[in-house]
């Protein structure tokens, strides 16, 4: 399992504007320089995070797009399922009916139930003040 570009990315402009959160809007070509990102794919992905409510953005001379909300009150989870959706790990445990004939003694369905549950956990309980927080600790003495 690995995240597409758009969640790896998304993630990554958010974090850019989580440290950058109080002091401004920023361009999508600061975003774009300061993460190595494309600004043309960045383009996209903040207007799917601005549809999702998650940024706005500032007209002008001095524009660009700042966070709607706190970097503590945004999860690496919302980020991730704006740009991905739901994370899904297996069809048989989407919660939509399931074609699965084995589904009442499959011995796999719970493994996957687990492991969904805990990626969504671990993503719920990160928020991008979390990250900014790590960020600055481990550059602290650079």
């Known amino acids: 399992m690995k995240l ?4 790896r990315y998304g993630l990554k402009a958010m974090f850019e504007l989580a440290l950058h959160y109080g002091k401004g809007p920023l361009s999508i070509k600061d975003i774009a320089e300061k993460q190595n990102l494309s600004e043309n794919y960045l383009e996209q992905l903040i207007s799917s995070l601005k549809k999702k409510g998650l940024v706005k953005s500032i007209r002008g001379a001095q524009g660009g797009y700042l966070l709607t909300e706190s970097p503590g009150n945004i999860t690496v989870g919302v980020v991730i399922r704006a740009l991905e959706g739901d994370i899904i790990i297996s069809d048989c445990i989407t919660g939509e009916d399931s074609s699965c004939e084995r589904e009442s003694f499959c011995v796999t369905k719970n493994v996957w139930i687990k492991i969904r549950d805990s990626i969504n956990n671990a993503i719920d309980n990160i928020t991008l003040e979390d990250m900014v927080n ?5 550059n602290k003495f650079n």
């Open 134 to 138: 790590e960020y600055t600790d481990i």
């Open 4 to 7: 597409s570009t758009k969640g």
